[in-house]
């Protein structure tokens, strides 16, 4: 099973801070999706991470994100249709 090193760059907004960016390098598989990726980094990296998502079969729309400046619903995007071996997924509400 091929698996990739991406970057996630996360968009974070806390209390009595200014907006910034969070990175987070993971191994992935290419064919998983954009919500496994983020689930794992909450699971693994940082439980303050706070997102959307029900379904999981792109029928409610729940975990729609901006993934590289792009609407997506990150419950179906794999990561190989957004990145590369290497590379980074710019992540915002």
């Keep these: 099973m091929t698996q990739w090193n991406v970057t996630f760059r996360v968009f974070r907004c806390k209390q009595g801070k200014s907006p910034y960016y969070d990175e987070f390098t993971i191994k992935v598989v290419p064919e998983e999706f954009i919500l496994d990726a983020v ?4 699971a693994f ?3 303050s991470l706070c997102y959307n998502h029900a ?3 792109s029928t409610c729309g729940a ?3 901006r993934i590289n400046h792009r609407e997506k619903l990150t419950c179906i995007t794999p990561i ?3 990145t590369r071996d290497g590379g ?3 992540v915002e509400p």
């Design 45 to 47: 990296h940082d439980r």
């Design 88 to 90: 980074t997924v710019l």
């Design 80 to 82: 190989h249709a957004v």
């Design 55 to 57: 379904c999981h079969h």
């Design 39 to 42: 689930e794992r980094i909450w």
């Design 63 to 65: 975990c729609g994100m």
